[in-house]
């Protein structure tokens, strides 16, 4: 269809969970965009980072895969959809379904994400759906569903400018969350009784704006907390009415609270800080009842990552601060749209639409999919998922928009599993990744500015991804990708989908089947779309969820939703009350010592995203830092025989990378940190998965990215 050029059309940024709105000036003929912040948008109101302001240059199709490829060789679409499905199903037919695997990617719109779960879970009957979502929120959700009974966030945005106290945990959000730093700057400024409190163990940039940082040890966060909540409950300061009302196992919370942290002395031993910095903010947070709890990846990528999260739920649900203006707990997401994977049961450890592997939710999700082929157990979270790929246990794997070779912890192994694999299909919209060039089909996936679907943000904000531009070349959007292979397997029926409305449309039904506004069993409900027409659903505006009536659609634009959850309690669990979970203090799992005695650290960069396959084509961003690093004290420096700008080679027993040398005193003596996004491709040994440790946490399977022992040495 002919496209009238420059034309004016809104999506959403491709990069982090804030998920920014973007208006985009568009000449299709030219394939040109130039993009400014939405000003409209409620999430950024017309804000945009350094990496959303920089998406137009990323659009070049020089680096684009533009054709299927099988073996090699390019192939029409039929050929490659043929060689997928029946690859796939001779597997299945040989070995079972659990011998095949999806593992997918919070770049992944819902629509995509909705259709690949209902595959693998619904029709193949293999729980074997993970996502690289596991590696940035699983702990997250784990927390939430051990709380709340639901993955839900309670609070949004708008209480940044409402709050009195701002806890930064594990986020460098100067960084990681560029347009959310920018509000909560410019709240400090509004108002100049905000506080802010950086719980990091590095100085990070974030740090700018905080009245105290909290340098604390990494991985005792818990005893932090724990900590508070004794303190809390010593000084008389917790909300009893709330706990009454809306709370179960307080008693043994508070117990366990006790017991590993009883008193500033000992959490200021275990999280190696000065007591009159624990002090002080226990104190705030004491006097301060608008606190608002933000956390990302230093509390997530843990082995105790869930209790983490936990200690600080319970800090808010002890005083009652959730889900009030200006209180309570946020989880900050990583991910453009890993929330949006969640509310389809994108991850291993879920069935679909936030029902679990009971028999009744199985129950559930067999009659509304029509299928009696829904599996019955959680499949392979994506550190056991590749290790079976290693065993020979899972012989054919679709990798969709994720480069794992890179961002996977140990691996060198996830690598050679590859290599070894007897069938790899890759979906991407890149010519090459890593983990492509180990591809036996490749698929070409639509982009960033070509993808037309929706996207949840960190406050359950759903905004429409628009395509801007025609598709690249030959490619096709992920959704109608999996669909084909999905008829091609057998199942036309239950894959009828033309558009992604289709799709969306069916996933909104679902999320009210048996689970309507009385019976409230689930927390993600946007049923009130299930009728949305194309129109409403092209001009849809960024609304949060839960959306269950379809007055909605009415006028979605003055649609009264809810901002804020659990204030009166209401939660998802059985007796609709929240419960504390008894946390304590673990190590993480591997110790320094004598061989390892450094422990690395790792994270994002201000000006790049994941592996680089797409901000690593912006020369501008790439001018923030143009090369590996590892931030080092001037002690452990000297110590190992490293200067300033030598290269160094760093080791742990899985693995090792190289990297440019700086001396900081931003990082504690005995850490040193290094960033993520560097991969074979940009620099060569420059890996920083390869040398992570394949640690897990045990109830959400999050690896700990964040604490490797490692030894370090002039190359
Ligand atoms: Fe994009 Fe995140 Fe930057 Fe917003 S803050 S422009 S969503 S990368």
Redesign the pocket.
Known sequence: KEVTDLQTIKT?????????G?QATVSPSQRTVEVK?DPEHP??FG???????A?AETLDLSSRLLEPQIYGRPASWDDAISMVASKFQQVIDEHGPDAVAFYGSGQLLTEDYYVANKLMKGFIGSGNMDTNSRLCMSSSVSGHKRAFGSDTVPNCYEDYEHTDLIVLVGSNTAW???????RIRQAKENNPNLKVVVIDPRKTDSCDIADLHVPVKVGSDVALFNGLLAYLYQENALDQDYIDQHTEGFDQAIQAAQLDAFNVATVAEKCRLAPHVVETFYRWFKETNKTLTLYSQGVNQSSSGSDKVNAIINCHLATGRIGKEGAGPFSLTGQ?NAMGGREVGGLATQLAAHMEFSEQDRDIVQRFWQSDNVTDKPGLPAVDLFDAVADGKIKAIWIMATNPVVSLPNADKVKQALQQCEFVVVSDCVAHTDTLDLAHVKLPAAGWSEKDGTVT?SERRISRQRALLPLAGNAKPDWWIITQVARKMGFENAFPYETPVDVFREHARFSGFENSPEQRLRSFNISGLAEITDEQYQSFPPTQWPIVSSDALQDINNFENTKRLFAEGGFFTPTRKAKFVAVEHRAPKNAPDANWPLILNTGRLRDQ?HTMTRTGLSARLNQHKPEPFVEITSADAQANGLEQGQLALIESQWGKMLARVTVTDRIAQGEIFVPMHWTDQFSSHSRMGGVVNPVVDPVSFQPESKHTPVRISAF
Do not use: D, E
């Not at 959403?12 to 920014?20: E, I, L, P, R």
């Not at 990681?176 to 920018?182: A, D, I, L």
């Open positions: 959403t940024c491709a990069y982090c969970g804030v998920g920014c973007i912040g999430s950024n804000r945009l980072c350094s990496k959303g302001s998406l990681c969350h560029p347009v959310s730093f920018q453009p943000n995203w």
